[in-house]
């Protein structure tokens, strides 16, 4: 017999929390692999086996809550089935039963036995617990055996079947109602003992009877009198009955679910608060009680999602001009944890529920609640954004890029991010460290989707140049104006740090278009005026920014660099930082020593031309002489041509062997998948030949540019055949005048600024080869 039903499958980790493995349909059958009968579940989505798992006649299976079936398939490795209906549920249990020779009525289908042979010898003689009459004066007796058949799983199993058996735990809740009217101080001590011992027998159907509605009071009462206390008991039915008042924001029509969210809330309490802290063996004893918080919670946004009108009504409110104050908080609060229990979901649910979110206008919202004047609000706002960003960035950015084209960039919510970063009053930050994270997964282009017809990093990267960096770097431009931070206290140096650590993180990754704004904006020179603020921390931040630009190794940011001599504030740094061995001292030293070791050329010899007087009496590392060192070789080389013999073209090469290589080299950038983007399949070479004559140095060799199809889209072999033409007669003509001699260029000659020249599209092949003249 086959039962295809749908269900989730959840594994326990090793954090004792359910993880989900998806969703799928379960069939029972005989497999023969196994030589038994078999439980299968076959995904929902692809039909791949999620789980095949033998109906072992001696395994343990629990049925928990109508719904749940729990079974530990090996030792530290629990599963669970999570089923749809109760019927799907009930089938597949009697199946189970079946295969065990048990009746579907129990709960479980074997005792969990869990020790050595020796204890489950002694305690096999005892078929099984009795428990004492449930009196007054038998409570001590009673305390005493729940705390001895704790440390034994066997006992520990007979005992839970004895409670549950003989309806024990309301004889006990009696008791103790008769106890405190009594004020029977010993008899609620043992009570304590009792109730807290009951938890950690880690039993569901115990769990089900202690957390019904007529019952779960009655429980947090016996855990309020802890011996521990004295006569000093902790009031939480006061507080749960009196301070915790249960707000409707919106009606909710199922009773249900009214009562699965109160019961859920009480459960919670107790784990958190009442129950003492546990130990690490007590803590293994309580999974059962996550597992059942866990599958209330799942049940819970379910039943919530599937109810169209109350979430149409909830949006609808927190939209809604006429809501008061007090109401759009209640509302706020209640969606920031409707979307917390929304992390139980598996996948697949988890994704129909934001989508579920997004269609019902949950960005827009935001949008008003951020604006609210009310912090709690406005940071329970802020807790809802991060799941929203956390679960789907694109689904932010296209919302954001939506609405720029019908708003002022002063209201799109991407800006009141911002300005709630820039604005947090909180003197730690806690609120903007928060925001500058998530401002940082936007715009991440890690994350970022790129498809045929569309690249979200192109578009959202340039509408946020556009409408919202100004926002962003407006502190920091506003405390730059002078030679030193306008402010320079705490908290403002705080939140300067959080904004250049959000641009060096984009001078990282968006290349040209932080380049254009840093350049244009001169971006730099503002942020190192900020070396000279008093806090540390702050000075630091400015030189990392300024590290991260000069490691990209990009000649253009080299140019704005000497061009505005912006090293002027570094050397200064340094030279007030004195002699003293601190994080200062090392990053300014890091950052000359990269310049030396990587041998930036242009950036060396500013630095010495500039600098050197300043910096020639630093002698206790090398860095600095070093750099002079390099300097001086660069001037030989450019003094002396010819003893730079890696620059230039070796003295013996026949033009037949120059054009062949030219000719190779263009067939390696050009053409197919290796051409340059827009070119149409034609590569680095084809560029350089079709750059403007009055681009290039006055005395450099020109080649003169190819003909018209050099431009064309899809240009193939042929086309490069025809490119070399008129190097074909150039070289001839240098034949016939030359009658097959060798040739010879300077390093004049061959030098290009910043373009592609002939030298550098040849001399990856020619360095150091010699033919034939």
């Known amino acids: 017999n086959t039962w295809k039903r749908n269900i989730k499958v959840y594994t326990l980790n090793e954090d004792r929390q359910w993880?989900?493995?998806?969703?799928?349909?379960?069939s029972s059958g005989y497999v023969e692999r196994l030589k038994g009968m078999s439980l299968l579940v076959r995904a929902e989505s692809?039909?791949?086996l999620l789980l095949e798992s033998k109906i072992n006649p001696n395994t343990a299976y629990q049925k928990q809550q109508d719904t749940l079936i729990v079974w530990s398939e090996a030792e530290n490795y629990d599963l669970a089935l999570s089923f749809q209906e109760k019927a799907g549920c009930d089938e597949i249990w009697e199946k189970i039963c079946q295969v065990q020779g048990k009746d579907p009525s129990v709960d479980i289908t074997q005792e969990l036995v869990d020790e050595s042979e020796e204890e489950r010898f002694d305690d096999m003689s005892s078929p099984g617990l009795e428990l004492p009459p449930c009196e007054l004066g038998r409570l001590e007796e009673l305390a005493e055996l729940v705390a001895s058949s704790l440390p034994s799983p066997l006992r520990r199993e007979k005992l839970a079947l004895a409670v549950e058996n003989e309806g024990y735990i309301r004889k006990l809740l009696e008791l103790f109602r008769q106890c405190e009217d009594l004020e029977n101080a010993d008899g609620l001590h043992h009570l304590y003992e009792i109730v807290k011992g009951i938890f950690l027998l880690n039993r569901t159907a115990l769990f089900e009877v202690m957390f019904s509605e007529e019952c779960i009071m009655d429980v947090i009462g016996c855990l309020e009198h802890d011996p521990a206390l004295g006569a000093s008991p902790r009031r939480h039915r006061d507080f749960l009955t009196k301070t915790a008042r249960f707000k409707e924001v919106i009606p909710i029509g199922d009773p249900e679910l009214r009562a699965k969210i109160h019961q859920t809330y009480r459960?919670?309490?107790i784990q958190d608060m009442v129950l003492p802290t546990p130990s690490v063996f007590e803590e293994n004893m309580l999974s059962t009680l996550h597992s059942f918080i866990f599958f209330n919670k799942?049940?819970?946004?379910?039943m919530l999602q599937d109810d169209e009108k109350f979430l149409t009504d909830l949006f609808a409110q927190l939209t809604d001009e006429a809501t008061d104050d007090d109401k759009r908080h209640e509302l706020v609060n209640f969606l920031k944890e409707f979307c917390s229990f929304s992390q139980?979901?598996?996948?697949?649910n988890r994704d129909a529920f934001f989508k579920t979110l997004s269609n019902m206008g949950i960005l827009p919202a935001l949008e008003v609640i951020l604006g609210m004047d009310d912090v709690q609000v406005r940071s329970a706002a802020t807790d809802i954004f991060s799941y929203l960003v956390e679960y789907s960035p694109s689904m932010v950015r296209e919302f954001v890029m939506q609405e720029c084209q019908?708003?002022?960039?002063?209201i799109l919510l991407i800006n009141l991010i911002i300005e709630h970063m820039i604005c947090d009053t909180d003197p730690e930050l806690g609120g903007a460290v928060q925001l500058m994270g998530l401002l940082r997964t936007l715009v991440d282009p890690e994350n970022m989707l790129a498809t045929a017809n569309k690249t979200e990093k192109?578009?959202?990267l340039s509408f946020f140049y556009k409408h919202c960096m100004h926002v962003l770097s407006a502190p920091l431009l506003a405390n730059t104006t002078e030679d030193k931070p306008s402010k320079d206290d705490f908290q403002t140096s705080q939140l300067l740090a959080l904004i250049l650590e959000l641009l060096t993180f984009c001078v990282e990754h968006h290349t040209y278009h932080i380049k254009n704004y840093v350049i244009n904006k001169d971006i730099l020179r503002r942020v190192l005026v900020l070396t000279a603020s008093r806090h540390a921390f702050l000075a630091l931040c400015a030189l990392r920014f300024m590290r991260r630009i000069i490691g990209l190794k990009d000649e253009f940011y080299n140019r704005y660099i000497m061009r505005n001599f912006l090293f002027e504030p570094v050397v200064k740094a340094f030279l007030n930082n004195g002699t003293r061995y601190n994080l200062m001292n090392s990053a300014i030293i890091e950052m000359f020593e990269y310049v030396r070791v990587e041998d930036v050329k242009s950036l060396t010899a500013h630095i010495v031309e500039n600098y050197w007087k300043s910096l020639e009496g630093v002698d206790y590392v090398q860095t600095f002489k070093g750099l002079k060192l390099r300097y001086e070789q660069q001037k030989e080389r450019q003094d002396n041509p010819k003893l730079d013999r890696s620059d230039i073209v070796p003295q013996c090469v026949s033009w037949r062997c120059l054009a062949r290589t030219c000719r190779r080299r263009l067939e390696e950038g050009g053409g197919g998948p290796g051409g340059t983007e827009g070119s149409g399949g034609v590569g680095e070479g084809r560029m350089w030949f079709n750059a403007d004559e009055d681009e290039l140095e006055d005395g450099e060799a020109v080649v003169p540019p190819s003909d018209s199809k050099a431009g064309k889209p899809g240009g193939g072999a042929g086309e490069d055949e025809d490119l070399m033409d008129p190097i074909s007669k150039f070289m001839e003509r240098k034949k016939r005048r030359s009658r097959g001699g060798c040739v010879s260029f300077t390093r004049r000659a061959l030098r290009r600024?910043?373009?592609?020249?002939?030298?550098?599209l040849c001399s990856g092949s020619l360095k150091g080869f010699h033919c034939p003249g």
Do not use: M
């Open 753 to 760: 600024s910043g373009k592609l020249s002939l030298w550098g």
């Open 406 to 410: 019908q708003n002022d960039d002063d």
């Open 267 to 269: 459960v919670q309490y």
């Open 344 to 348: 139980t979901l598996q996948p697949q």
């Open 298 to 302: 799942v049940e819970i946004v379910g």
């Open 19 to 26: 993880d989900d493995r998806g969703t799928g349909h379960v």
């Open 46 to 48: 692809d039909g791949s």
């Open 458 to 460: 192109t578009e959202f």
